[in-house]
C-alpha cells in the first residue's frame, strides 16, 4: 500500500499537489471560528487564527505607503539609523531601509507580515514612533501567565529574580474564572498550590539562567532607548491612574501577542530548601474591548479594518463628522487617562504609545497606600504626607487629566497644602508616567522652582520640526490661503513662538527658511528654533511667586518608565535645579536611566492626515493615503533641544539615575516602603 506522503509526493510529480491542498483546506474546519466567542484560550488556538489569514498585497502595499510617507513628518528617522552615545548600541534602525525589504519579502501569512512590521518599528526603542493594528493586539487576545516576576535583593546585596511575594493576591482577583486551570497544571503536591509559589525565587526560565528570557525580551518590548528600562518592563510595577493604583503585570506575565504557550521554571520556594521544576501555560483573554467575531470573515469585519478616526478628515468640511480626538482609534493606545474632548483639542500632549492600554488590574489592598490623601488629590495625582511629617509625597501616575485648568490648579493646591502641614522636601513618584499635557510639565517644574531664569518664561525644552516638502507645503497653504482661520492645525503659525519667545503672525512661514542637517550621513532638514509655549496663556494666572520646595529637597522616583512630558519633567529638574532621581529595582551592574523618549510633542497619522486634507494636499504624491487597516502610527512630531548640549536633541543625551534602589520582599511594588527608604537614603 502506498503511504500518503509517498501519494502526495506523486501528485506533486503531477504538478497536482496544490489543487489537493485547496480541496483539503476549504474543508478544514476555520481556526478563527474555534475562537469566536470565547472569553480564555490557548495561545496556539489565536495563532492559529491569527496564521489563517493570507497577505492582501493591496491592505499591505497600502500599510507600507502610509507608514513610509508619515515617517517624513517623524523627526527621528535619521538620528535612529545610528543614535548618538551612549545609545549607539540600544538604537540602529535603518527603517526606510527595512520597510523596503518588507515590501519586496513574501510572508506566510498576515500575522508574520503583522510581527516584522510591528518589530521593525519597535526596534526604534521609541514609544512615540510605534506601529499597532488593532487586528492582532490587546483589543483582541492578551497572553497571561499568574506569576509576575520582580528583581529582589537580599541582606547580603545579591539580586535575583523572584515571582512576585503578591503574585497570588494579584492572580486570584483578576482571573477568578481561569485561577483553577493553572492550579490544576501545577505537578505533584504543588497541584492545586499555586499561593505557595508566591516570592519563591526563580532559578531558571526554560532552562536557562533568567537573564537571557530577560534581554530577549527587552530586543522585542521597544518604548524606551535604554537596555536597562526594556530590562525592567519584564518586571511587574505599579502606577497610580485616575481609578487608583494599578498593577502593572510587566512583559513576562503579560504578552501583547499570543507569543509563548507555555514557561518551564527551576524554583526555591519561600522557606524551602528544595529545587522544584513546574511548567505554567500561558493563557489567552479576549479583550473587553473586542468586536466580537464567529469565524474568520468576521474577525476580518469587526476588527481589521478602519474605523472612525483612524484617517484625518478635512476640518472645515461641513459633510465631514468632525471626531473628538478623545475618542480616536489612537486614544486607546495613549498612555494617559482619557481626556475631555475641550481638553484635547485646546492643549497638545507628549506621551508615549503602548500595544497594551492602561492598565486596570488593581494593586492589592495591602499594597495600596494607607495615608490619607492630602487636599490637591485628583484622578491620576494623589498627594500625600509622611509619617515623618517632613516628607511630602506626590504620586503622579500620568502629565494628563479629564480637565486640564483644573488639573493644574490642584496641582499646585497639593504642593501648598503639603507646605502647610510642613513638609520641607518632596518625593515625586513618576513610575510608568508615559507622558501627558506639554504644559502641566513646564507648570509643575514652574511651581516648585518658583521664578527665575530657568522656568521663565521657558520651563521646557524648545523645539524643533520636521521640515519636508510635503510639511512645507502645508505651511504655505496656511500662511497663503488663510486655509485655518479657527486656529485648528499644527502648522499654523499662530500656534507657536520663536527661539527668542515671540509669537509668529499669521503670514510668518515658520517653516521657511529650512535649516539644513546631515544625520548619519543622510541630508535631513528641520525648522527654525521654537521657543517656549506654555506662559502665559496655558498657565493658571495665581503662580506663586518664589519656590515652593528647594529642589535639591526634591528626589524623583519611578522605574525608568517615564517618558514624553515626564521627561520633559524630570530632566529640567534634574539638569536644571539639581533634583535627585532614583530608580527601583534595576538590574545590578546596569546603568539606569531615570527617563527615556523625551520627544517633544508626540501625534499620529490620523493628525497629519488632517493637516493635509484641510489644506487641500490629499492628491500630492508625498501624501500617505487613506489606511485601510484598523491601525495607528505614533511619530514624535517636535524634538526637544538638549539642557547639556542645546544644539543636539535632548532625546539621546545622558539621564544617569542617581540610585538604583534594590527592592527587598517587604518594599517590592509597596510605595509607602519605596518613598520611605528614598526620604532615609536621599533626603538627610
Ligand atoms: C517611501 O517614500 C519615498 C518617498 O515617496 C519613496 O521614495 C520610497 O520608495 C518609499 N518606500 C517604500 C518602502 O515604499
Ligand atoms: C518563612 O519563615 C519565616 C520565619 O519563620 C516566617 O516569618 C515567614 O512567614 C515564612 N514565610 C512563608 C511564606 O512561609
Ligand atoms: C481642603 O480644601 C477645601 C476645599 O478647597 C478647604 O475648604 C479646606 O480648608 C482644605 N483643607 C486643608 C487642610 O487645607
Ligand atoms: C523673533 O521675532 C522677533 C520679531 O519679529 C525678531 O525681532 C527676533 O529676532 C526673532 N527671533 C529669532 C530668534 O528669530
Ligand atoms: C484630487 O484629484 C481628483 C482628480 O483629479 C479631483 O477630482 C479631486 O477634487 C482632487 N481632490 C483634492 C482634495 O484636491
Given at each position: 500500500?502506498?503511504?500518503?506522503?509517498?501519494?502526495?509526493?506523486?501528485?506533486?510529480?503531477l504538478?497536482?499537489?496544490?489543487?489537493?491542498?485547496?480541496?483539503?483546506?476549504?474543508?478544514?474546519?476555520d481556526?478563527?471560528?474555534?475562537i469566536?466567542?470565547?472569553?480564555?484560550?490557548?495561545?496556539?488556538?489565536?495563532?492559529?487564527?491569527?496564521?489563517?489569514?493570507?497577505?492582501?498585497?493591496?491592505?499591505?502595499t497600502?500599510?507600507?505607503?502610509?507608514?513610509?510617507?508619515?515617517?517624513?513628518?517623524?523627526?527621528?528617522?535619521?538620528?535612529?539609523?545610528?543614535?548618538p552615545?551612549?545609545?549607539?548600541?540600544?538604537?540602529?534602525?535603518?527603517?526606510l531601509?527595512?520597510?523596503?525589504?518588507?515590501?519586496?519579502?513574501?510572508?506566510?501569512?498576515?500575522?508574520?507580515?503583522?510581527?516584522?512590521?510591528?518589530?521593525?518599528?519597535?526596534?526604534?526603542?521609541?514609544?512615540?514612533?510605534?506601529?499597532?493594528?488593532?487586528?492582532?493586539?490587546?483589543?483582541?487576545?492578551?497572553?497571561?501567565?499568574?506569576?509576575?516576576?520582580?528583581?529582589?535583593?537580599?541582606?547580603?546585596?545579591?539580586?535575583?529574580?523572584?515571582?512576585?511575594?503578591e503574585?497570588?493576591?494579584?492572580?486570584?482577583?483578576?482571573f477568578?474564572?481561569?485561577?483553577?486551570?493553572?492550579?490544576d497544571?501545577?505537578?505533584?503536591?504543588?497541584?492545586?498550590?499555586?499561593?505557595?509559589l508566591?516570592?519563591a525565587?526563580?532559578?531558571?526560565?526554560?532552562?536557562?539562567?533568567?537573564?537571557?528570557?530577560?534581554?530577549?525580551?527587552?530586543?522585542?518590548?521597544?518604548?524606551?532607548?535604554?537596555?536597562?528600562?526594556?530590562?525592567?518592563?519584564?518586571?511587574?510595577?505599579?502606577?497610580?491612574?485616575?481609578?487608583?493604583?494599578?498593577?502593572?503585570?510587566?512583559?513576562f506575565?503579560?504578552?501583547?501577542?499570543?507569543?509563548?504557550?507555555d514557561?518551564a521554571?527551576?524554583?526555591?520556594?519561600?522557606?524551602?530548601?528544595?529545587?522544584?521544576?513546574?511548567?505554567?501555560?500561558?493563557?489567552?483573554?479576549?479583550?473587553?474591548?473586542?468586536?466580537?467575531?464567529?469565524?474568520?470573515?468576521?474577525?476580518?469585519?469587526?476588527?481589521?479594518?478602519?474605523?472612525?478616526?483612524?484617517n484625518?478628515?478635512?476640518?472645515?468640511?461641513?459633510?465631514?463628522?468632525?471626531?473628538?480626538?478623545?475618542?480616536?482609534?489612537?486614544?486607546?493606545?495613549?498612555?494617559?487617562?482619557?481626556?475631555?474632548?475641550?481638553?484635547s483639542?485646546?492643549h497638545?500632549?507628549?506621551v508615549?504609545?503602548?500595544?497594551?492600554?492602561?492598565?486596570?488590574?488593581?494593586?492589592?489592598?495591602?499594597?495600596?497606600?494607607?495615608?490619607?490623601?492630602?487636599?490637591?488629590?485628583?484622578?491620576?495625582?494623589?498627594?500625600?504626607?509622611?509619617?515623618?511629617?517632613?516628607?511630602?509625597?506626590?504620586?503622579?501616575?500620568?502629565?494628563?487629566?479629564?480637565?486640564?485648568?483644573p488639573?493644574?490648579?490642584?496641582?499646585?493646591?497639593?504642593?501648598?497644602?503639603?507646605?502647610?502641614?510642613?513638609?520641607t522636601?518632596?518625593?515625586?513618584?513618576?513610575?510608568?508616567?508615559?507622558?501627558?499635557?506639554?504644559?502641566?510639565?513646564?507648570?509643575?517644574?514652574?511651581?516648585?522652582?518658583?521664578?527665575?531664569?530657568?522656568?521663565?518664561?521657558?520651563?521646557?525644552?524648545?523645539?524643533?520640526?520636521?521640515?519636508?516638502?510635503?510639511?512645507?507645503?502645508?505651511?504655505?497653504?496656511?500662511?497663503?490661503?488663510?486655509?485655518?482661520?479657527?486656529?485648528?492645525?499644527?502648522?499654523?503659525?499662530?500656534?507657536?513662538?520663536?527661539?527668542?519667545?515671540?509669537?509668529?503672525?499669521?503670514?510668518?512661514?515658520?517653516?521657511?527658511?529650512?535649516?539644513?542637517?546631515?544625520?548619519?550621513?543622510?541630508?535631513?532638514?528641520?525648522?527654525?528654533?521654537?521657543?517656549?509655549?506654555?506662559?502665559?496663556?496655558?498657565f493658571p494666572?495665581n503662580?506663586?511667586?518664589?519656590?515652593?520646595?528647594?529642589?535639591?529637597?526634591?528626589?524623583?522616583?519611578?522605574?525608568?518608565?517615564?517618558?514624553?512630558?515626564?521627561?520633559?519633567?524630570?530632566?529640567?529638574?534634574?539638569?536644571?535645579?539639581?533634583?535627585?532621581?532614583?530608580?527601583?529595582?534595576?538590574?545590578?551592574?546596569?546603568?539606569?536611566?531615570?527617563?527615556?523618549?523625551?520627544?517633544?510633542?508626540?501625534?499620529?497619522?490620523?493628525?497629519?492626515?488632517?493637516?493635509?486634507?484641510?489644506?487641500?494636499?490629499?492628491?500630492?504624491?508625498?501624501?500617505?493615503?487613506?489606511?485601510l487597516?484598523?491601525?495607528?502610527?505614533?511619530?514624535?512630531?517636535?524634538?526637544?533641544?538638549?539642557?547639556?548640549?542645546?544644539?543636539?536633541?535632548?532625546?539621546?543625551?545622558?539621564?544617569?539615575?542617581?540610585?538604583?534602589?534594590?527592592?527587598?520582599?517587604?518594599?517590592?511594588?509597596?510605595?509607602?516602603?519605596?518613598?520611605e527608604?528614598?526620604?532615609?537614603?536621599?533626603?538627610?
Open positions: 500500500m502506498i503511504s500518503s506522503s509517498k501519494f502526495l509526493a506523486l501528485l506533486a510529480s504538478g497536482l499537489v496544490s489543487a489537493v491542498n485547496d480541496a483539503i483546506s476549504s474543508r478544514a474546519p481556526p478563527c471560528a474555534a469566536g466567542g470565547k472569553k480564555w484560550v490557548a495561545p496556539r488556538d489565536v495563532r492559529a487564527c491569527y496564521s489563517s489569514i493570507k497577505v492582501d498585497q493591496t491592505l499591505k497600502n500599510m507600507i505607503d502610509v507608514v513610509n510617507k508619515t515617517l517624513a513628518f517623524h523627526t527621528s528617522v535619521n538620528y535612529q539609523i545610528k543614535a552615545q551612549p545609545f549607539t548600541s540600544d538604537v540602529h534602525e535603518d527603517l531601509g527595512d520597510l523596503a525589504r518588507i515590501k519586496s519579502q513574501r510572508y506566510r501569512s498576515d500575522y508574520d507580515l503583522h510581527i516584522d512590521l510591528s518589530r521593525t518599528l519597535k526596534r526604534l526603542n521609541d514609544g512615540h514612533c510605534v506601529w499597532i493594528n488593532r487586528c492582532f493586539v490587546s483589543s483582541l487576545f492578551v497572553n497571561y501567565l499568574p506569576i509576575p516576576l520582580t528583581l529582589l535583593t537580599d541582606a547580603k546585596g545579591n539580586q535575583d529574580v523572584h515571582i512576585a511575594p503574585a497570588f493576591t494579584v492572580a486570584s482577583a483578576e477568578p474564572d481561569q485561577i483553577q486551570v493553572w492550579q497544571s501545577l505537578p505533584g503536591s504543588l497541584k492545586g498550590n499555586l499561593q505557595s508566591s516570592g525565587k526563580v532559578l531558571t526560565i526554560n532552562g536557562l539562567p533568567p537573564t537571557f528570557a530577560i534581554d530577549d525580551n527587552a530586543k522585542i518590548t521597544g518604548s524606551f532607548q535604554s537596555l536597562a528600562t526594556r530590562q525592567n518592563s519584564f518586571f511587574s510595577s505599579y502606577q497610580i491612574g485616575a481609578a487608583g493604583w494599578t498593577y502593572i503585570m510587566g512583559n506575565a503579560q504578552q501583547a501577542l499570543p507569543l509563548s504557550d514557561v521554571l527551576i524554583i526555591q520556594r519561600v522557606n524551602n530548601t528544595a529545587i522544584e521544576k513546574i511548567t505554567l501555560p500561558y493563557r489567552s483573554r479576549l479583550g473587553s474591548t473586542a468586536r466580537a467575531f464567529t469565524d474568520t470573515n468576521s474577525y476580518l469585519a469587526n476588527n481589521c479594518r478602519a474605523v472612525d478616526g483612524t484625518g478628515v478635512d476640518a472645515y468640511a461641513s459633510s465631514t463628522p468632525q471626531i473628538d480626538p478623545s475618542s480616536k482609534p489612537v486614544a486607546k493606545f495613549q498612555q494617559q487617562p482619557p481626556i475631555s474632548a475641550e481638553s483639542r485646546k497638545l500632549v507628549n508615549i504609545l503602548d500595544t497594551s492600554p492602561l492598565s486596570d488590574v488593581v494593586l492589592p489592598p495591602a499594597l495600596v497606600p494607607g495615608l490619607s490623601p492630602v487636599n490637591g488629590s485628583r484622578n491620576a495625582a494623589q498627594f500625600y504626607m509622611l509619617k515623618d511629617k517632613k516628607t511630602g509625597v506626590l504620586a503622579l501616575g500620568s502629565f494628563s487629566d479629564t480637565d486640564f485648568l488639573f493644574l490648579d490642584s496641582l499646585l493646591q497639593g504642593l501648598v497644602s503639603l507646605k502647610s502641614q510642613g513638609a522636601r518632596l518625593v515625586v513618584d513618576v513610575t510608568n508616567n508615559g507622558g501627558g499635557f506639554i504644559c502641566a510639565a513646564h507648570w509643575l517644574h514652574r511651581i516648585i522652582a518658583g521664578p527665575k531664569s530657568t522656568t521663565v518664561p521657558q520651563a521646557g525644552l524648545d523645539t524643533t520640526a520636521r521640515d519636508g516638502p510635503l510639511a512645507q507645503l502645508i505651511a504655505k497653504q496656511i500662511v497663503g490661503t488663510n486655509a485655518d482661520p479657527d486656529l485648528l492645525l499644527l502648522y499654523n503659525p499662530l500656534q507657536w513662538n520663536n527661539a527668542t519667545n515671540v509669537p509668529f503672525a499669521a503670514n510668518e512661514d515658520w517653516l521657511q527658511l529650512p535649516v539644513a542637517k546631515i544625520i548619519n550621513g543622510r541630508h535631513d532638514a528641520f525648522s527654525q528654533r521654537l521657543g517656549q509655549e506654555c506662559q502665559p496663556g496655558s494666572t503662580a506663586p511667586g518664589v519656590a515652593l520646595f528647594d529642589p535639591k529637597e526634591v528626589v524623583i522616583v519611578n522605574n525608568g518608565r517615564c517618558a514624553s512630558s515626564c521627561s520633559l519633567f524630570s530632566i529640567t529638574m534634574a539638569k536644571l535645579e539639581g533634583a535627585k532621581t532614583v530608580v527601583v529595582g534595576g538590574k545590578q551592574g546596569v546603568k539606569q536611566q531615570y527617563c527615556g523618549t523625551v520627544g517633544g510633542q508626540s501625534t499620529d497619522f490620523s493628525t497629519m492626515d488632517t493637516e493635509i486634507k484641510t489644506t487641500h494636499l490629499k492628491n500630492n504624491t508625498l501624501a500617505p493615503p487613506d489606511l487597516v484598523n491601525g495607528v502610527q505614533g511619530i514624535t512630531w517636535r524634538l526637544g533641544f538638549g539642557i547639556v548640549n542645546p544644539q543636539e536633541p535632548e532625546e539621546w543625551q545622558d539621564h544617569p539615575a542617581d540610585l538604583n534602589l534594590p527592592l527587598t520582599a517587604a518594599s517590592v511594588n509597596n510605595p509607602v516602603a519605596i518613598w527608604d528614598v526620604a532615609r537614603r536621599l533626603l538627610a
